[in-house]
């Protein structure tokens, strides 16, 4: 809903943030999804308005809600998705898990920084993570199409 990656990472640090400040708030037994949607939401909105404040082009709000719409619609497909993402992260052998939790549980942001935490090649550590990546995949794809046949 921004128009880059680093946009983006801007407003999922601020929605990070965000969530963390204000968890406390957060009723168990309710849609955690939901309730952090709405504050992406808001943070999209400022990330908007600041923007109109400075004379760069824009979305109207009517239309950034229209969207936004339009990404709730999708959210029963996405935790079918994510569900069959944990499943399929869980099958994979642990040093696949490690390299994983290296590039996308830490700090770290890019595969020259994993390698050096790992200790291995950049090279090697993209083409590990890119195997990773295909292989989780092909695996959410079967998980989901057997589920369709049940």
């Not at 204000?22 to 037994?29: A, E, L, S």
């Not at 339009?70 to 569900?83: A, H, V, Y």
């Amino acid at each position: 809903m921004v128009p880059n990656s680093a946009d983006a990472d801007d407003v999922f640090q601020e929605v990070s943030t965000e969530l963390w400040k204000k968890y406390d708030q957060f009723q168990p037994g309710t849609d955690f999804v939901a309730w952090s949607i709405q504050f992406a939401k808001y943070a999209i909105l400022r990330f908007y308005e600041k923007r109109r404040r400075i004379g760069q082009l824009t979305f109207a709000n009517d239309v950034l809600e229209l969207i936004a719409e339009d990404t709730r619609d999708d959210l029963p497909e996405l935790d079918r998705r994510q569900q069959a993402l944990r499943t399929c992260l869980q099958k994979l052998p642990s040093h696949s898990q490690q390299l994983l939790a290296a590039r996308y549980g830490t700090g770290l942001k890019t595969c020259g920084e994993v390698a050096g935490y790992l200790g291995r090649s950049i090279d090697s550590v993209y083409k590990s993570l890119n195997r990773l990546h295909t292989s989780l995949l092909r695996c959410i794809e079967r998980t989901l199409a057997m589920e369709d046949r049940s």
